[in-house]
């Protein structure tokens, strides 16, 4: 499985983005779509995933300002961003999960800042 994420850039404090990330390849079933990711100096850490019965789990730090999505029919998976923050700034990271495979994408830098 492939997958290609798109949507990263810089914005002001305040302001929105959405990520999207669509999987492509051999897919026999996708079951959680996700995104992570990576500030300089961190270790990669969990923003929100989306099982394929849309149960959803965000970390507490993007709670009421991001949203996770996806469309089954597209395979993709999508993170819109409001509120941004400063702190908010990494490159993201989308993941998938199937029957014995995990998935990443090549990543997508997001940078909030004045």
């Known amino acids: 499985v492939q997958l290609q994420a798109s949507g990263g850039g810089l914005v002001q404090p305040g302001g929105s983005l959405r990520l999207s990330c669509a999987a492509s390849g051999s897919i026999v079933r996708i079951n959680n779509m996700g995104w992570y990711r990576q500030a300089p100096g961190k270790q990669r850490e969990l923003v929100a995933t989306?099982?394929?019965?849309?149960?959803?789990n965000y970390a507490d730090s993007v709670k009421g300002r991001f949203t996770v999505s996806r469309d089954n029919a597209k395979n993709t998976v999508y993170l819109q961003m409001n509120s941004l923050k400063p702190e908010d700034t990494a490159v993201y990271y989308c993941?998938?999960?199937?029957?014995?495979?995990?998935?990443w994408g090549q990543g997508t830098q997001v940078t909030v800042s004045s």
């Open positions: 989306i099982t394929n019965s849309g149960s959803t």
């Open positions: 993941q998938v999960t199937g029957p014995l495979y995990v998935s």
